[in-house]
């Protein structure tokens, strides 16, 4: 499958992501052709994490508020715990998020990345996968929980990629050129 001519986004809070679950994601969109941008809640640059550890430095390519669903062909939410906290309390980060939705444009998730659809009120009567953790939190909002390494939703109103974690990234890496290329 070619990206060739796409444009992803990757959502990421200042720091608090999983780095593995930027890093390998945004280079099987790379491999795959196509042109990963990276979006924070503001400029300048993010700490990836290995888990509580702080690890490499990513230069962000754009902020939440000055950019839109419009500019870019899909999303990916990386997950980390802090990640998708920080991010569901930033009213522009929900607004970009709900966007794809919105204009139907693909969104992939992975591990606790859900808390982010969650407050963008996306994922009722949706099915998808997370951390295990955040099980009861997406059934209190209306999604339908399943146990497996990826889960594609076919929507409406637009195409819902999940994973539970690292274990599961080449799965996800997999479902997200599929879905973007589609």
């Known amino acids: ?36 941008r990276l979006i924070s809640t503001r400029p300048g640059e993010i700490i990836g994490f290995r888990h509580l550890d702080k690890a490499d430095r990513f230069p962000v ?11 870019f062909d ?22 970009f998020v ?20 969650i407050e963008a009120d ?17 059934r209190n909002a209306g999604a339908i929980w399943v146990d497996e390494e990826v889960v594609v939703d076919d929507g409406p109103p637009a195409k819902l990629i999940t994973s539970r974690g690292p274990d599961d990234l080449k799965a996800f890496c997999e479902a997200i050129v599929d879905a973007f290329a589609a």
């Open 1 to 36: 499958m070619s990206l060739a001519g796409r444009t992803i986004a990757f959502l990421a809070a200042p720091e608090g992501t999983e780095q593995v679950e930027l890093v390998d994601p945004w280079q099987a969109v790379r491999d795959a052709g196509g042109t990963p």
């Open 74 to 95: 899909g999303l990916v939410l990386p997950g980390g715990v802090a990640n998708p906290d920080h991010l569901r309390t930033r009213p522009e980060a929900v607004r």
């Open 122 to 138: 996306v994922v009722r009567g949706r099915t998808l996968t997370s951390w295990p953790s955040l099980r009861t939190d997406l």
């Open 61 to 71: 390519d754009g902020v939440a508020g000055e950019v839109s669903a419009q500019d």
């Open 98 to 117: 709900r966007g794809f939705f919105e204009a139907g444009k693909p969104v992939a998730a992975i591990c606790h990345a859900p808390w982010t659809l």
